[in-house]
T-cell receptor
Framework: KAGVTQTPRYLIKTRGQQVTLSCSPI?????VSWYQQTPGQGLQFLFE???????NKGNFPGRFSGRQFSNSRSEMNVSTLELGDSALYLC?????????????FGPGTRLTVT | AQSVAQPEDQVNVAEGNPLTVKCTYS??????LFWYVQYPNRGLQFLLK??????LVKGSYGFEAEFNKSQTSFHLKKPSALVSDSALYFC??????????FGQGTTLQVKP
């Protein structure tokens, strides 16, 4: 089976712009989660989607949003970019919402905000 | 609130020696515990998980982890370290909230 794919892999944006990142989960996986990874804050949970509905949300401002499509693919959007949004954004998929399901991660999208 | 602590930023070990990467957690309800590894410029790879049952869990690449409920710990172990095990290791916990919360990560350096 193909793994989790994320596009694009690298992105450079300017402050104030917006960005959309894409994630395709492993075939058959219906839950998609997003994380932000930075050297200072580590791995922080952004949100989780299942059946096109946001099921869980982390402590991020409303500039961060996401959605999930009927084929389980997901996108996240960051509006009005700030320098502090520079990070590796990781997408992870799992079979469902059950707590014992492990998540499988994509390679990430490296976002640089200048 | 859920939290995970990895008290060591870095662990250094000689190849062939046993290794331990420490993790303690705080969670409401029964803990679901996971270990992941991250190689440079890569996403996280799942190593193993504890859900219930036997306190010693075996995972990928010869890694195992020991769950200790009284000490709220879930330490990652390997009997004989390889240079190729050098990477960043994350412990994670999921409790009643359903959110997967990660520790800050521990860099494992295995020297030949």
């Amino acid at each position: 089976k193909a793994g989790v794919t994320q596009t694009p892999r690298y992105l450079i944006k300017t402050r104030g712009q917006q960005v959309t990142l894409s994630c395709s989960p492993i075939s058959g996986h219906r839950s998609v989660s997003w994380y932000q990874q930075t050297p200072g804050q580590g791995l922080q949970f952004l949100f989780e989607y299942f059946s096109e509905t946001q099921r869980n949300k982390g402590n991020f401002p409303g500039r961060f949003s996401g959605r999930q499509f009927s084929n389980s693919r997901s996108e996240m959007n960051v509006s009005t970019l700030e320098l502090g949004d520079s990070a590796l954004y990781l997408c992870a998929s799992s079979l469902g919402l059950a707590k014992d399901y492990e998540q499988y991660f994509g390679p990430g999208t490296r976002l640089t905000v200048t | 609130a859920q939290s995970v602590a990895q008290p060591e930023d870095q662990v250094n070990v000689a190849e062939g020696n046993p290794l331990t990467v420490k993790c303690t957690y705080s969670v409401s309800g029964n803990p679901y515990l996971f270990w992941y590894v991250q190689y440079p410029n890569r996403g996280l790879q799942f190593l193993l998980k504890y859900i219930t049952g036997d306190n010693l869990v075996k995972g990928s690449y010869g890694f195992e982890a020991e769950f200790n409920k009284s000490q709220t710990s879930f330490h990652l172990k390997k009997p004989s370290a390889l240079v190729s095990d050098s990477a960043l290791y994350f412990c994670a916990v999921r409790g009643n909230t359903g959110k997967l919360i990660f520790g800050q990560g521990t860099t494992l350096q295995v020297k030949p």
